[in-house]
């Protein structure tokens, strides 16, 4: 399977194309200009749901942003380890005007909760770890692989070998979920009334809680967070496909950036190779 490693950019071009594109995802009424491509019909998705049709995209409240098949079919086996194919976003309110928030329900698709919450590194690996760690740092100081070695070797004897060991020593084990975002704090811990901007997750691993700062307008990038579509390549977790996402404090949702790695829509809106 190729890897995903090239990423293409879908960008506004200016401003102004951003902002036109944004205003065409708020509303479920098609424009007629051939921007607005959220409304059913003729294998468009509905107002409400991005599917990386556009450049930006916004929406009152909720949000669906999901993978679409033609990307998919477009990818073939390029496609077969995504592990997440949709989310749902959702404006979460708080008891603060320091921070707003919203909810994304993750729709894993077959074993990919499983996949991603399996440990980066076993315990074996992270002990192994520790131990190259060791080995390359007396290899640099002292010209040998072993604490003995070391020790008959150092000016400073055994005490100055002791002091480098003790510097190098492993915190105890624990086991780091594969995805990033699922190491975020649990969801308890978030305190509405005075809350902390962060990510947080259920106890169920199936929504993930964004507390960022208010969005000024629904184009700020100052205050945005992104989430990724994770994808298994060869054992490791890399990213299919990303959105940018801001929140205002009325619950306006936006997708202020979107990017598909190794693919891109052509003038006629088929998803190609890039």
Not at 95 to 102: G, Q, V
Not at 106 to 118: K, V
Not at 182 to 208: F, N, Q
Not at 239 to 261: P, R
Request: glycine share 8%.
């Amino acid at each position: 399977m190729q890897t995903l490693n090239k990423k293409t950019l879908l960008a506004a071009t200016t401003l102004a194309a951003a902002t036109a594109l944004l205003l065409a995802g708020c509303s479920s009424t098609p424009t007629g200009d051939g921007v607005d491509n959220n409304a059913a019909g003729d294998g468009a998705p509905s107002a409400k749901v991005f599917e990386f049709q556009t450049p930006a995209y916004g929406s009152e409240g909720e949000l669906t942003i999901r993978i679409p098949k033609a990307l998919l079919e477009a990818a073939g086996s390029d496609a077969d380890g995504l592990l997440v194919g949709e989310v749902k976003a959702k404006a979460r309110e708080l008891d603060s005007s320091k921070a707003c928030a919203f909810d994304l329900e993750i729709e894993y698709r077959g074993d990919g909760l499983d996949a991603l919450n399996r440990p980066a590194l076993t315990k074996k690996e992270y002990s192994a770890q520790g131990e190259a760690d060791l080995e390359a740092t007396l290899m640099r100081q002292f010209g040998v692989k072993t604490v003995e070695e070391a020790e008959a070797s150092a000016p400073g004897g055994a005490a100055e070998v002791e002091e480098i060991v003790g510097n190098l020593e492993q915190a105890p084990y624990v086991a780091m979920p594969a995805w990033a975002p699922l190491d975020a704090k649990p969801i308890d811990d978030l305190d509405a009334a005075d809350p902390e901007l962060g990510r947080y997750v259920s106890d169920d691993a199936k929504t993930l809680t964004f507390v960022q700062s208010c969005a000024s307008d629904a184009l700020d990038d100052g205050s945005s967070d992104e989430f990724d579509f994770p994808i298994e390549s060869d054992g490791t977790i890399d990213t299919f496909a990303s959105v940018e996402m801001n929140v205002m404090k009325s619950g306006t949702l936006t997708v202020i950036e979107a990017e598909v790695s190794d693919y891109e829509l052509d003038s006629n809106g088929d998803w190609i190779g890039a």
